[in-house]
């Protein structure tokens, strides 16, 4: 049965949701980092929201730890590189605060024009400042939205429901989905200088990191509202404070920090400045959804295989992952014969899907394929880090899809390219459910992997399965299948042996130096 961990507050429905699916879960919410690495390492998966910092010396002590579910969207409080090598999926949930984030933007929008914060501590004092508070309509104003995903574009249609324009910048919105949202999409420079109001809504990436600075809030329009409600770090403290003493900008309303919890920050005691404590996602509606969203999805996954939002490894729904199963188990044993039979430095691999399998998202069987391919070579190889490790030692990946079959209804194909010579391994499934590996370099074969193989490379010539059996069986290693293959009458042969116990060096050594022998590798699956 897997375990998971909740360390952080979450709705009590996610540990129903948790339990009913069968999976133990224990809350201790609070945890020290020591506290957190001494049990971690008992768990399979770990549910947090911001509070949880997932550091690689944390994933370090998480010796069982499959998935980590972030409910929330930001993932800053997760190391997810370190995550990715120790093969640690890495969920969120995008959508289940969307709606609540854009609507605290939206809020805040309201607050810094009309002044309501300002306005209603100086009532409360009995001041009665009617007259200090003059706001600006948000009616016929220029909101310019940064980054138009998910959230920015809920903020831009809502907006455009108060009869604002809306420009955006966005490298990833294209033209079409722009006029399907009623925006017009428009480079930084142009957005900056035309904007009554700018929303930040784009993840903090290295790109976007400190994306309003002293140089950029210079070429805003002057009298520029900030509203920022997505990362901390998007935006300069330091320089906003300036621009804000100077009038370049005439108000800021920030829900993030570059440091969080903020005790303390520059722009704290500002009159022109409206601050929340990271409120972007802090509604009941919200925190029930995420809750819910990463229950489900991790409980998928755990039970299934089931891939939703994740942020380092290929999506893969619940009903797509029964029908990749059996691929799986494929995938797997075509890239571990490929890699154990390989002799020099990989250079490349190509993986070719035809038939039905082209027709499935290959995605997470290409990254089955890498880690059998790689595990012979590396330590701790898995599907979610065999693409990063590949890439790190420069092996060019290919993934090449033919949905017209050929003499099997699907196959998959791994060619592997070494600094010496290409070599080729084919599999397909027999009855739609069991593996068979069919082709060997140019050797055609039918043959099923077993857990200890004896694989022979030869020259095809009379008495050569004689003198193996007998060595076989002088060694006492029972034969349990015996597969054979070769291209045509005395030239290149194979011959494909499952036993029943492992085939130690001194006995491949024997194999080794019978006539016709050209290579003998002992295989575990």
């Avoid at 949880?52 to 998480?62: E, F, G, H, P, Y």
């Avoid at 969920?91 to 609507?103: F, K, L």
């Avoid at 370049?248 to 722009?267: M, R, S, T, Y």
């Amino acid at each position: 049965m897997p375990k998971v961990l909740i360390s952080d507050s979450l709705s009590p429905r996610a540990v129903e949701i948790f339990r009913e699916r069968g999976i133990e879960t224990d809350v201790r919410v609070g945890l020290s980092p020591d506290d957190l690495k001494a049990i971690v390492g008992d768990y399979d998966g770990l549910a947090i929201r911001s509070a949880t910092k997932v550091t690689k010396d944390v994933l370090a002590a998480a010796r069982n730890l499959k998935v980590v579910g972030r409910a929330g969207i930001g993932v800053d409080n997760v190391d997810v590189p370190a995550a990715t090598q120790q093969g640690v999926v890495v969920m969120n949930t995008p959508y289940g605060n969307s709606i609540t984030t854009a609507e605290h933007a939206i809020a805040m929008m309201f607050a810094l024009a009309r002044e309501i914060p300002q306005a209603n501590a100086s009532t409360h004092a009995g001041k009665w400042e009617k007259n200090r508070f003059m706001g600006v309509e948000l009616t016929g104003k220029t909101l310019g939205v940064v980054g138009c995903g998910n959230i920015g574009s809920i903020v831009a249609e809502r907006a455009l429901g108060l009869r604002m324009k809306v420009v955006a910048f966005d490298p990833f919105l294209s033209a079409e989905r722009a006029a399907d949202l009623g925006v017009e999409k428009v480079e930084l420079d142009t957005l900056l200088a035309r904007a009554d109001f700018i929303t930040l809504h784009t993840p903090k990436t290295e790109q976007t990191k400190n994306l309003l600075n002293a140089d950029t809030l210079a070429r805003c329009k002057p009298g520029v509202r900030i509203i920022n409600c997505a990362r901390g770090g998007l935006v300069v403290e330091e320089a906003l404070k300036a621009a804000l003493d100077s009038g370049q900008v005439a108000g800021a309303a920030l829900d993030v920090f570059a440091v969080e919890p903020a005790k303390e920050n520059i722009l704290f005691g500002h009159e022109r400045v409206i601050c929340t404590p990271h409120l972007g996602a802090s509604t009941t509606e919200a925190q029930e959804n995420v809750a819910l969203q990463v229950a489900e999805q991790m409980s998928d996954f755990l039970l299934t295989g089931a891939v939703v939002n994740a942020l380092n490894m290929p999506s893969v729904s619940a009903e797509d992952a029964p029908k990749l199963r059996p691929y799986m188990t494929l995938a797997e044993q075509l890239g571990s014969f490929a890699g154990q039979i390989t002799q020099s430095g990989l250079c490349g691999v190509t993986i070719e899907y035809e038939g039905h399998v082209a027709e499935l998202n290959t995605k997470p069987l290409t990254g089955i394929v890498l880690k059998g391919l790689l595990t012979p070579l590396l330590d701790s190889v898995n599907m979610v880090n065999a693409p990063v490790m590949a890439r790190e030692r420069n092996i060019a990946i290919t993934e090449v899809k033919r949905e017209g079959g050929g003499d099997y209804h699907t196959l998959i194909r791994v060619v592997v390219e070494t600094d010496q010579r290409k070599r080729c391994v084919a599999g397909s499934l027999f009855g739609g459910e069991r593996p068979r590996l069919v082709l060997i370099d140019e050797v055609p074969i039918e043959a099923e992997l077993s857990p200890n193989m004896l694989f022979v490379r030869n020259e095809d010539k009379p008495g050569f399965i004689g003198r193996l059996g007998v060595t076989l069986g002088d060694a006492g290693v029972n034969i349990a299948s015996f597969h054979l293959g070769r291209t045509a009458p005395g030239e290149n042969a194979i011959a494909l042996v499952s036993v029943d116990q492992p085939i130690d060096d001194a006995l491949l050594g024997a194999i080794a130096t019978l006539p016709s022998v050209v290579l003998a590798k002992s295989l575990r699956f």
